[in-house]
């Protein structure tokens, strides 16, 4: 049961995180890209539904890499190994992006710039869980 609550806690804590850097990202896009860099213009978000369904999945897919992110460490404090959960959830949402950006009119540079985004969300997430794990908010999994 123990181990349940503390992926949970992780799980709310990488969550939150990836939530906040969706939201910075999203004020950097319509504030200064998409403004400054006609090319980009298609950043531009204004608050409405679509803005707070990809706020939810965002919070839920970060939701998932916090418990993910807390299972890679269990066992090893393997740098490349934390960088490569990192990597690979950045990936996959990021490549998604870049596939859209294929099959799509718009330029290939709006997709790249959300492929880059979805790898610093989830870097800031592994920061703020690796924070969260050094100041025992969350403890690792117990060696079995």
Known sequence: MAERIESLKAGI???????FSFAIASLLNTFLLAKYFQILASLHSDINWHLWGSLAVATFIG????VTYRYIIRSDRNPQLKAGGVLAFGLVRG?????????????IWLF???????????ALAAIALDLAIQ????????SI
């Not at 804590?13 to 939530?19: D, F, R, T």
């Not at 710039?113 to 989830?122: C, K, N, Q, R, T």
Request: charged share 10%; proline share 2%; with cysteine.
């Open 13 to 19: 804590i990488g969550g939150l995180s990836v939530c």
């Open 63 to 66: 939701f998932l890499f916090g």
């Open 95 to 107: 490549l998604t992006q870049i596939e859209l950006g294929w099959n799509s009119d718009s330029t």
């Open 112 to 122: 790249l710039v959300l492929a880059g985004e979805s790898l610093l969300w989830f």
């Open 135 to 142: 100041f025992r908010w969350v403890k690792p999994f117990s």
